[in-house]
């Protein structure tokens, strides 16, 4: 079975960093594109960051400088290392692997492929 269980997350105020960390089994964890994607209320879902299988990685322009996302592929982990936190960066996070991880998705469609569950960063002025 695949799963993608999700930790970290949480409240901070503006200036803050958080981590989020996604521990996937039940596929090869370092052949598969892997991403994080994010949702605010009545926003689509965006692709943030992601690892892709020739190890190219991408930043949305909003998190460039301020978010780096690594992995262990020795834990089948995935981290989201977020700094310089700011209210705009509120939403649902979402880890997902999604063969070329798109820019826009249904945040948690296995249409696109399987994902975490899911944690909230809420990111107060």
């Known amino acids: 079975e695949v799963r993608l269980v999700q930790s970290g997350g949480g409240s901070v105020q503006a200036g803050g960093s958080l981590t989020l960390s996604c521990t996937a089994s039940g596929f090869t964890f370092d052949d598969s594109d892997m991403g994080w994607y994010r949702q605010a209320p009545g926003n689509e879902c965006n692709l943030v960051s992601s690892i892709v299988t020739d190890d190219r990685i991408y930043y949305a322009d909003s998190v460039k400088g301020r978010f780096t996302v690594s992995q262990d592929n020795a834990k089948n982990t995935m981290y989201l290392q977020m700094n310089s936190l700011k209210p705009e960066d509120t939403a649902e996070y979402y880890c997902?692997?999604?063969?070329?991880?798109?820019?826009?998705?249904?945040?948690?469609?296995?249409?696109?492929?399987?994902w975490g569950q899911g944690t909230q960063v809420t990111v107060s002025s």
């Open positions: 997902a692997a999604i063969p070329t991880t798109p820019l826009a998705v249904v945040c948690g469609s296995k249409y696109y492929g399987a």
